[in-house]
């Protein structure tokens, strides 16, 4: 019972917006990315310490999180992928850590508190000064505790935190490599098999991971804060499959959306299905599927652009 309160009680807080939390606007004295080498050092603590828990998302999952070193992290006694959101929140990699400094201002930004432990409290903030996304990490240990993500509007738009967690005591950690960075030979490899893709999409969504398996292509943008899988397949699209999704047609042109906790989307272009995965907000997910192949008449995206708040309450609960 005590953890069913706890997780109601975290719902209403995201629902709302941060309450009860100090959040204190950095000057312009500050250091363009203060928050950042914190961030880093959360991503090795998330990596080499031992802890597990229970984290609640904004999608309505309830999560048991437990992360061994030497072992890795698993989410629901599934391997965490590392582009999945819990995955991204817990450790990023440093492909994502360094789009994100190239992409947000990235500050320390006063404090707070996560299921009764002291956190500090990390913002990134877009070229206008708005908030992209903070994350609440753990003071004593490092580990993060909760992230938000925010659209241009200021509204919560993903999130996960823990609502219990136990974390072993604190000890010197070195740093665990996230697999480094997607090497030029290997998209060269990707593309002499005749497969076509970009290596960065609108927004500043950079190419962070690229793989071949099981006669897909697996592609991973990252801003640093958002995170776009795509998954392409040669092919036509077998719509019949397509049960719990709905169709939008415009100009001979058919995309597939389907209520969910992220942004999900088929279409098919030039005999590939194109399937995207967005942990983002809608305005970021829509600007991605700008910069990939499709057929449509670009009218027809201009205005699912503009209508991306619409789509995105058909799959946010909180909207």
């Known amino acids: 019972m005590s953890r069913l309160l706890a997780v109601l009680a975290l719902a209403l807080v995201m629902a709302l917006g941060l309450q009860g939390t100090a959040v204190a606007v950095p000057d312009d004295s500050e250091n363009e990315d203060t928050g950042l080498p914190l961030l880093r050092q959360s991503a090795t603590a998330a990596r080499a310490q031992p802890y597990s ?13 437990r992360n061994a070193p030497g072992t890795g992290m698993t989410i629901d006694s599934r391997a965490a992928d ?39 409290l990390v913002e990134a903030l877009r070229h206008d000064g708005k908030v992209a996304a903070r994350y609440w990490i753990d003071s004593a240990s490092g580990i993060p505790l909760r992230r938000e993500v925010l659209d241009g509007q200021g509204r919560i738009v993903r999130g996960e935190a823990f609502v219990e967690v136990t974390i072993a005591p604190s000890r010197p950690l070195a740093h665990v490599s996230s697999g480094g960075r997607l090497s030029s030979e290997a998209v060269a490899a990707l593309r002499s098999h005749g497969w076509t893709f970009p290596a960065i999409l609108p927004g500043g969504l950079e190419l962070a991971n690229a793989a071949e398996s099981g006669g897909y292509l697996k592609l991973g943008y990252s801003d640093g804060v958002s995170v776009v899988s795509v998954f392409v397949q040669r092919g036509n699209l077998d719509e019949e499959r397509l049960a719990g999704w709905r169709s939008q047609r415009r100009d001979g042109h058919t ?22 995965f967005a942990d983002a907000p809608a305005d970021v997910a829509a600007a991605a599927v ?15 652009a503009r209508g991306a708040d619409r789509v995105l309450s058909w799959v946010n609960p909180f909207a």
Do not use: K
Request: net charge negative.
């Open 53 to 65: 828990g229970t984290m609640f998302t904004t999608s309505g999952a309830v999560l048991a999180v």
């Open 82 to 120: 590392p582009g999945a959101p819990a995955g991204g929140m817990l450790a990023p990699s440093d492909g994502m850590l360094r789009a994100l400094g190239a992409n947000y201002r990235v500050v320390e930004s006063g404090g707070g508190s996560v299921c009764g432990r002291a956190a500090r």
């Open 255 to 276: 995309i597939w959306i389907r209520d969910s906790a992220g942004l999900e989307m088929i279409w098919a272009s030039g005999g590939h299905v194109y399937t995207v």
């Open 290 to 304: 700008l910069g990939l192949p499709h057929e449509a008449d670009p009218g027809f995206w201009d205005r699912f």
